[in-house]
């Protein structure tokens, strides 16, 4: 049924045979815990497997130092896992060397490093950043508030009734005065795959630079910077198996030299006096300060453990289970899915069920063990598009089974039935 072991795989993760229904208050001492966790949150965040667990905790154990700073054996042996995790992230989404690839707290904080790094020096009255009304809110609000102080205009290409980029509208709007296309690769609401090499070979001939959001698409599938030919890219470590705390932000290396940094401080000089300085090679001139250290070691942990399964299979693996919901929902009647049909997505399904608010919805599936999200998903302004304040949705990851999914629809049958 599957193109890998399954339930091998989730040996690696014991929170997944975590019971849940207790008092949050006891969290952790199982008190009234007592129904099978159905995780299906994975696009807000991913769990960590065994394997990226132990490098933090070896690293904590063995050899916790601060990075670039010691000669002493302990500080050399962070700065070289430190370092390369770095080429461990260059490698993964074919990006040419370590200069090309910055550690950041998340894909939120790697959009405003550009943001105000580039923006704030590119950017004036006349021109205009080019989005989609599917971004989200780490994207849209960031340049929406760049473009409020520097004057440049922020224009939204329109999304179709099935879901899609209206490319029509992306090629009246991408003009000679576009400077930055940013627009999200894999939508956390629609589930859209967005064709981000079309847009990027568009932006290129009107001299626009392509900032590719790639939070969701990153850890769902293979993801080539080359083959995408953008010029920005970024993503979160804690949606493909790794910690909290730390991103990556990709950037063509001539546009990364160019730029000034966006945070001052320690390690990301060469020589300071008192009136002026200069910076460090990259990628570490916009590394400022002690780094999440353990959390780049646990990010090149995690790449190493999804590339052992392979992300082109984890992509068929997604494509299976979304595909699936999608038609069992949609079965069930009473249901409105937004986004393209199930094969043509990513693995996430949002929904409404017609007659019942979407928290009710997510609180219903949690009495049954469920975990999806409710709200808007940061994608307000596409919410109001939608017509709905809020939606459900479910989104999968590898470990997820397909008799997850049928708990999911099962609860979600229940659901419609009590408030019919
Ligand atoms: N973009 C997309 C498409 C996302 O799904 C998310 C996470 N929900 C983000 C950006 C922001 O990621 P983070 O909160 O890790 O910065």
Known sequence: QYLFDVEALRADFPILDRKVGGDPETAGEGEGDDTPLVYLDNAATSHTPDPVVDAISDYYRSYNSNVHRGIHQLSQEASVAYEEAHDAVADFIGAAGREEVVFTKNTTEAMNLVAYAWGLEELGPGDNVVLSEMEHHASLVTWQQIGKRTGADVRFIDVTDEGLLDMDHAADLIDDDTEMVSVVHVSNTLGTVNPIRELADVAHDRD??????????????????????????????????????????????????????????????????????????????????????????????????????????????????????YDELEALGGVDIYGP????????????????????????????????????????????????????????YFYNTVEEVDALVDAVREARDLFA
């Open 341 to 396: 049909p199930g094969d043509d997505r990513g693995g996430l399904v949002a929904f409404n069920v017609e007659g019942v608010h979407a928290h009710d919805l997510s609180s219903i599936l949690n009495d049954y063990g469920v975990a999806i999200r409710a709200g808007d998903h940061c994608t307000q302004p596409l919410h109001d598009e939608m017509g709905v304040a809020a939606s459900a949705r479910a989104s999968f």
């Open 208 to 325: 626009a630079l392509i900032f590719a959001d790639a939070a969701q698409s990153v850890p769902t599938r293979p993801v080539d910077v080359a083959e995408l030919d953008v010029d920005f890219l970024a993503f979160s470590g804690h949606k493909m198996c790794g910690p909290t705390g730390i991103g990556a932000l990709y950037g063509r290396e001539e546009l990364l030299d160019e730029m000034q940094p966006y945070l001052y401080g320690g390690d990301m000089i060469r020589r300071v006096s008192f009136e002026d300085s200069t910076w460090e090679d990259l990628p570490w001139k916009f590394e400022a300060g002690t780094p999440s250290i353990a959390q780049g070691i646990g990010l090149a942990a995690a790449i190493e453990y999804l590339e052992e399964i392979g992300m082109d299979r984890i992509e068929a693996h997604e494509d299976l289970l979304a595909g699936y919901a």
